[in-house]
């Protein structure tokens, strides 16, 4: 059975600071997807990056990175120089199959960050 | 990206009526959506997989008879929450998959928050 673990429940910071955000999952298909979403006090989910399993190059994008480890099953996301903006609820989620694809995903319990002026 | 759209975005109903959620693909098509319920703090749960021209697939726990779920066009599905009830109150939202994309992306609706007084 699929099932992601976001261990941190809640994180607090003061601006600045660099954070990372741990996510473990469990799959027992060679071919799956991992992602994360941003979920600001709005509600809506912001897609942040998708990551397939074959492709375990770590990524970059601007003061977020993503590193995954399929060793450890880990995809943890670190923001650099943290801003007040980033506060939001951040998930974790797989996806399986090849042919299924990004269609059902299933949710880490999110970490509810928070950036202090 | 593509677009889905959610309406409404919140609403409020008392105890006993039904509400429906509208979640449409703006400018592609989906052969299959999913709905999704977020109570406050939690984390998101998949409920159904909405299958256009045929029937829903409810994941366990969730009562289809409670949940209607109508996929009638390639780029409208609907969720009705029938005889709603306080405990109903939560986040609700969709996402959709481009038939004629590629099989690594799916698009979120804002959600629709439904509060059952």
């Known amino acids: 059975a699929q099932k992601v673990t976001q261990a941190q429940t809640e994180i607090s910071v003061v601006e600045k600071e660099d954070v990372t955000l741990d996510c473990v999952y469990e799959t027992r298909d060679t071919t799956y997807y991992l992602f994360w979403y941003k979920q600001p006090p709005s509600g809506e989910l912001v897609f942040l990056i998708r990551?397939?399993?074959?492709?375990?190059q770590n990524e970059i994008s601007g003061r977020y990175s993503w590193n995954f480890q399929k060793s450890t099953s880990s995809f943890n996301f670190t923001i650099t120089a943290s801003q007040v903006v980033d506060s939001a609820v951040y998930f974790c989620?797989?996806?399986?199959?090849?042919?299924?694809?990004?269609?059902?995903?299933?949710f880490g319990q999110g970490t509810r960050l928070t950036i202090n002026p | 990206g593509a677009v889905v759209s959610q309406h409404p975005s919140w609403v409020i109903c008392k105890s006993g009526t039904s509400v429906k959620i509208e979640c449409r693909s703006l400018?592609?098509?989906?052969?299959?959506m999913f709905w999704y319920r977020q109570f406050p703090k939690q984390s998101l749960m998949l409920m159904a997989t909405s299958n256009e021209g045929s029937k829903a697939t409810y994941e366990q726990g969730v009562e289809k008879d409670k949940f209607l779920i109508n996929h009638a066009s390639l780029t409208l599905s609907t969720l009705t929450v029938t005889s709603a009830h306080p405990e109903d109150s939560s986040f609700y939202i969709c996402?959709?998959?481009?038939?004629?994309?590629?099989?690594?992306?799916?698009?979120f609706g804002q959600g629709t928050r439904l509060t059952v007084v």
């Open positions: 990551r397939n399993s074959f492709d375990e």
């Open positions: 989620a797989l996806s399986e199959g090849l042919i299924q694809g990004a269609q059902k995903l299933v």
């Open positions: 400018d592609f098509q989906a052969t299959t």
């Open positions: 996402s959709a998959r481009d038939r004629q994309g590629p099989n690594t992306e799916a698009f």
